[in-house]
């Protein structure tokens, strides 16, 4: 299933944006996938403690639909999955790198006020 683009007036740029890093936990597992070459799902399940297996799964699913990651059987038999990057998926690393840097200022701020 493909999303829709849209191309209407002022914000909508965005709106395709947060429509494909929305949620709770696809910006937190794009975050963890930056970290490296190819993940496994039980890597990036140990790395989000809070995410069950099967939201991991969906949002995985999402990111894969939108071409943002690949989905790589890391054995013959298909044991472990890897995870990786696409070349569009590559192009939101400025995008995840300025959330991040926005949440280690907001933390830091937040303890200041405290």
Not at 18 to 33: E, P, R
Not at 42 to 59: C, D, F, G, V, Y
Request: aromatic share 8%; net charge positive.
């Amino acid at each position: 299933m493909s999303r829709e683009i849209y191309d209407c007036a002022a914000g909508c740029p965005v709106q395709n944006t947060v429509d494909v890093i929305a949620g709770k936990w696809k910006s937190v597992i794009l975050y963890h996938l930056f970290q490296g070459d190819a993940t496994r799902f039980s890597t990036l399940n140990k790395a989000i403690p809070s995410i069950t297996e099967r939201m991991l799964a969906l949002q995985l699913a999402q990111l894969e639909a939108d071409n943002i990651i690949v989905k790589r059987a890391g054995y013959a038999d298909g044991r472990a999955t890897e995870y990786q990057l696409t070349a569009l998926g590559q192009t939101l690393a400025p995008v995840i790198q300025a959330m991040a840097a926005w949440g280690e200022a907001y933390k830091v701020r937040r303890k200041a006020l405290a």
